[in-house]
């Protein structure tokens, strides 16, 4: 079973960027599509995005749209999520995924494999 560790995550400003990492082990990263989510407590698990096998399609989310940026490294068997003009209601736990749909998926449902969370918190 793949293994997804994500990092970067923190506390900043309304405004601040933050850049999120998930390494996975094995040798099977590059033949999954991946995506990040987020969960609020006390709100269901929310796609935020998703990006192909080749790390050339992607997909986002309306509030992620013009302020995140979804890429992948292969050969560093690591993704990331870029995200900038951050604001509080950003603040959740965001997760790595990893799905078998080679062109990911907005569908939690889908993914088979989760890192365990980092922590992103926004102040004002």
């Known amino acids: 079973q793949i293994q ?6 923190g506390a900043v400003h309304t405004g601040d960027s933050l850049r ?3 390494v ?3 040798r099977t990263f590059s033949r999954l599509g991946v995506g990040w989510f987020r969960q609020t ?3 269901e698990r929310e796609f935020v ?7 050339a399609n992607t997909g986002y989310a309306d509030f992620a749209k013009g302020r995140f940026t979804i890429s992948r490294n292969n050969a560093k068997n690591t993704l990331y999520l870029q995200m900038n003009s951050l604001k509080p209601d950003d603040t959740a736990v965001y ?3 990893a799905t078998s749909y ?3 998926s907005r569908n939690s449902s889908d993914y088979g494999a989760w890192g365990q969370g980092t922590q992103v918190t926004v102040t004002q």
């Open 4 to 9: 997804l560790v994500e990092s970067g995550g």
């Open 49 to 55: 995005a998703a990006v192909d096998f080749f790390g």
């Open 95 to 97: 997760y790595c995924a």
């Open 102 to 104: 080679p062109k990911g």
């Open 20 to 22: 999120l990492s998930c």
């Open 24 to 26: 996975a082990s094995g």
């Open 41 to 43: 407590p006390g709100k």
